[in-house]
């Protein structure tokens, strides 16, 4: 059964930071592109980075928006996605969720995670 489970969200103030994971499992992790995407309330999901998989894996790719300012990684010994968010600002609000890549059907998506960047 296929399951993403995020977490590390949180209420931070602008400029801070939040390390997100994403816990994988019922598929090849190691195989795929991982991608996380985010929600903001009234908005359509979309992309915020990527990384790919399988042989000669490990290339990111970043939405203009967070370029500079987040990292995402992966462990594929722990089926596992994480993305470091740093110089967060107020327009980052949103749930984040981790699934595949954007070049694949999407798998069930998990809980996601809120994050909140507030002073």
């Known amino acids: 059964q296929v399951q993403f489970v995020e977490s590390g969200g949180g209420l931070v103030q602008p400029g801070g930071s939040l390390r997100l994971s994403c816990a994988a499992s019922g598929f090849s992790f190691s195989a795929y592109t991982m991608a996380w995407y985010r929600q903001a309330p009234g908005k359509q999901r979309e992309l915020v980075a990527s990384?790919?998989?399988?042989?000669?894996?490990?290339?990111?790719n970043y939405a203009d928006f967070v370029k500079g300012r987040f990292a995402i990684a992966r462990d594929n010994a722990k089926n596992t996605a994480v993305l470091q968010m740093n110089n967060l600002q107020p327009e980052d609000t949103a749930v984040y969720y981790c699934n595949l890549g954007s070049g694949y059907s999407p798998l069930a998506w998990g809980q996601g995670t809120q994050v909140t960047v507030s002073s």
């Open positions: 990384i790919t998989g399988g042989w000669g894996g490990g290339n990111t």
